[in-house]
């Protein structure tokens, strides 16, 4: 009597080649398989998927490779593949999109009742392996850590966007939120941020998105061991950019409990509680395990939309949990600068209805490259940064926003100030403090008060 394949390793098998559309060997397809199964049973699970049309194979002995069956025919309608050809932007496929990130597009950019209706797939989360990674690969790995290493050897972790701060809370808040339609320019965005002043002609929604992102950013930028790929950082995260802004108060920061959908895809996420906090407390231990920042950071955008825990702004969460990572490391922060709202978009929709990261990659890399080239320019224009106020950054914020707060008179100051460094500050400081404090209280004015949170 012959024996049974469980249906389960034959779509699991289904389900990895389709992450790796440029086709695996059977040794590499067994270094990423998580099944248990020897080679040999590997071999044959994969002959029994060629046989029955589940997947292509190609080539002889050591040099054969298995694909994933055209998961573009999907999009047939009596030609042999969609066209290439699509006006984006001004201008077709742009210089950074691979090939297949271009078959994507054309396939999520057709109109909704030519897209197959598709649900949650626990497996795509479960199948990640966070020691092996494979989101990207190697080489590119090494690319972004030349662009984004800012070597701060011996600096604490968070150096780098300190440097950069104010620059950061503008490009950061504007860009993430000009991925959600928001009209604010990056000149409004500044002077709502940098000076207190709301813009004319602007919607309390846009305003109230813009102010979010700043508190979100602040809380990222603070140094804390508190901040990381856990329940506190993702879920305030979500509480302080979904403030004011959801028809419930009570959702911010709270896992969904109900079904939502997706404007304009096919994509429906899962509606059950039990899954969706299951999934989110493994999505989080992922993310946490991955050992590469690159990965980390790339992992956390593509997984945190699909899984949907939050019954909105799911997205901005990703965007500014992104730099979680490159944060801890002290490498260059990512502020989606020069990104096309489409293309982002585009991107998310093939992680949605397809589960293909090409494009979102794609995306990714050229959104860190531009990041890059924006932040070195700038820290080259600042010069070396003071030591000193580096290292006390948090004290003299905290304590300039306690004096403008509670002090009424100058001759308080002293004993303020006193009090202040005696309790946090060492003694040999004390007087650097003092007059860093001094300095910044004298130079204080409505352009400036957002760096102390006033």
Request: charged share 25%.
């Amino acid at each position: 009597m012959p024996l049974t394949i469980p249906n389960s390793d034959l779509l699991a098998l289904t389900r990895l080649l389709n992450q790796h559309p440029r086709g695996l060997t059977l040794s590499e397809i067994d270094a990423l398989q998580t099944l248990g199964l020897t080679k040999r049973t590997l071999q044959r699970r994969l002959a029994t998927l060629v046989d029955s049309g589940g997947i292509r194979g190609e080539g002889d002995k050591k040099g054969r490779k298995y694909y994933p069956i055209d998961s573009w025919s999907e999009a047939k309608t009596g030609e042999n593949e969609p066209p290439i050809v699509r006006e984006h932007a001004g201008t077709p496929n742009p210089s950074y999109l691979s090939h297949e990130s271009v078959r994507i597009r054309n396939l999520i950019t057709r109109p909704l009742n030519q897209r197959k209706p598709v649900t949650f797939d626990r497996l795509f989360l479960d199948d990640y392996d966070p020691i092996r990674g494979g989101l990207l690969n190697e080489a590119t790995k090494e690319h972004l850590r030349r662009l984004g290493d800012q070597s701060n050897q011996g600096l604490p972790a968070g150096t780098f966007v300190k440097q950069i701060y104010d620059r950061l809370l503008i490009d950061l808040s504007w860009n993430s939120s000009r991925l959600e339609g928001n009209t604010y320019s990056l000149l409004d965005t500044e002077t709502l941020l940098l000076r207190g002043e709301e813009v004319t002609g602007k919607s309390a929604l846009e305003t109230q998105m813009i102010l979010n992102h700043k508190g979100a950013i602040e809380l990222l930028a603070e140094p804390s061991d508190a901040i990381g790929f856990n329940n506190y950082t993702l879920r305030n995260l979500h509480a302080i950019l979904s403030d004011n802004l959801l028809p419930d108060a009570a959702d911010g920061g709270k896992l969904r409990t109900k079904a939502v959908g997706i404007s304009q895809s096919t994509y429906l996420p899962t509606a059950i509680p039990q899954v969706i906090d299951e999934c989110f407390q493994i999505m989080l231990q992922k993310a946490e395990a991955i050992k590469n920042p690159f990965e980390a950071s790339f992992f956390i955008m593509v997984y945190l939309p699909y899984l949907q825990p939050f019954v909105d702004v799911n997205k901005r969460v990703s965007r500014l949990a992104a730099n979680i990572s490159l944060i801890k490391h002290d490498y260059c922060p990512l502020s989606f600068v020069d990104i096309d709202k489409e293309d982002y978009l585009y991107g998310i929709l093939g992680v949605y209805e397809l589960r293909r990261i090409d494009y979102l990659r794609d995306v990714f890399v050229w959104a860190y490259e531009r990041s890059c080239a924006r932040y070195s320019v700038i820290r080259e224009s600042l010069g070396e940064p003071d030591q000193f106020r580096l290292k006390y950054r948090s004290d003299i914020k905290q304590l300039v926003l306690q004096i403008v707060r509670t002090v009424d008179n100058s001759e308080q100051l002293p004993s303020e100030i006193g009090n202040y460094a005696t309790a946090h500050i060492p003694k040999v400081d004390h007087i650097a403090f003092e007059q860093a404090i001094y300095a910044d209280l004298k130079s204080l004015h409505s352009g400036n008060i957002a760096r102390f949170g006033v």
